[in-house]
């Protein structure tokens, strides 16, 4: 077993995985951040395999705020965004089956019969399917009401997208929904200081970056399962290496990005940045 490539000074890195559909027939919007079920299969077995602790988001996010047990030696993470119709059907199972915990984040306006988000069309669970997530061994997250491009928003709109939808999912689940994934990945000082403020204790990023025992509670690094992706990169995440450690500071492009995303915005209003 090969074990994580750190030195006394480097905090232990730890991989939290973002998926998205587990299907073979995507829509294209969404193709590029779909794995098969074969694929999904054959990744779940190489983790399973790394010799690292799978454990819930909450788990890592009570470390990083100094409360609640200490985590494993070797602990990852399995995440699950949107709310996408295999979720708590055969995706559910294949964790299941290997003992594998996860957390999922869903969209409320997506998954709720009626109701519209910015997402494109796909096949999507239900909000009355949430439970059954919960059944299967998922802890539920929120990601918003419509998926937008938060950092783009005024106050008001801001505050609805992170409170409405921790209160519907709530509302159907029956207990507190502590955690969070910002959609796109998107965040900012202010996002995060509204995350805290509406009840979370955690929010998830993207950041293409493992993340360690020293990240940010309101911007955890998660690594994107892309199509593209093999059985060998998660060999690699699953050691430590292949990707950055978080936690780091926000470079000049990704705030430039971001100032234009925020211009775009004032002009045609929240939109899907896929």
């Known amino acids: 077993m090969t074990t994580p490539r750190t030195s006394p000074r480097t905090p232990p890195l730890i991989p939290v995985l973002l998926y998205h559909a587990v299907m073979d027939d995507p829509p294209d919007w969404i193709a590029e951040f779909t794995v098969t079920p074969k694929e999904f299969g054959a990744q779940l077995d190489a983790v399973a395999a790394s010799g ?5 988001i909450s788990d890592l996010a009570d470390h990083l ?3 609640g047990a200490p985590l494993p030696p070797r602990p990852v993470v399995l995440t699950f965004d949107d709310g996408f119709a295999d979720l708590p059907g055969p995706t559910a199972e294949a964790l299941a089956s290997r003992g594998l915990p996860a957390t999922a984040y869903l969209t409320t306006g997506a998954i709720t019969p009626g109701l519209r988000s910015l997402l494109p069309p ?8 949430a439970p059954l997530l ?29 409170r409405h939808s921790k209160a519907v999912l709530e ?34 990023a993207v950041r293409h970056a493992l993340s360690s025992e020293t990240d940010e509670a309101y911007r955890i690094a998660r690594l994107i ?16 290496t292949g990707a950055r450690a978080a936690p780091y500071p926000d470079s000049l492009p990704t705030m430039g990005w971001r100032l234009y995303r925020r ?11 896929g």
């Not at 059944?135 to 918003?144: D, F, K, L, P």
């Open 225 to 240: 399962l892309r199509r593209g992706h093999t059985v060998a990169d998660i060999e690699a995440w699953m050691d430590g």
């Open 122 to 129: 796909a096949p999507m669970m239900t909000l009355a399917q």
């Open 65 to 67: 705020a100094g409360r």
């Open 134 to 162: 919960e059944r299967s061994g998922m802890e539920v997250g929120a990601h918003t009401v419509t998926h937008p491009q938060l950092d783009t928003l005024g106050t008001r709109r801001l505050r609805y997208e992170l």
């Open 171 to 204: 509302d159907t689940l029956g207990h507190e929904v502590r955690h969070l994934a910002y959609p796109h990945g998107y965040n900012s000082r202010a996002v995060r200081r509204a995350a805290h403020a509406a009840g979370y204790d955690s929010a998830v």
């Open 263 to 273: 211009a775009r915005a004032v002009v045609k209003g929240p939109e899907f940045a």
């Open 52 to 56: 690292r602790t799978p454990v819930r």
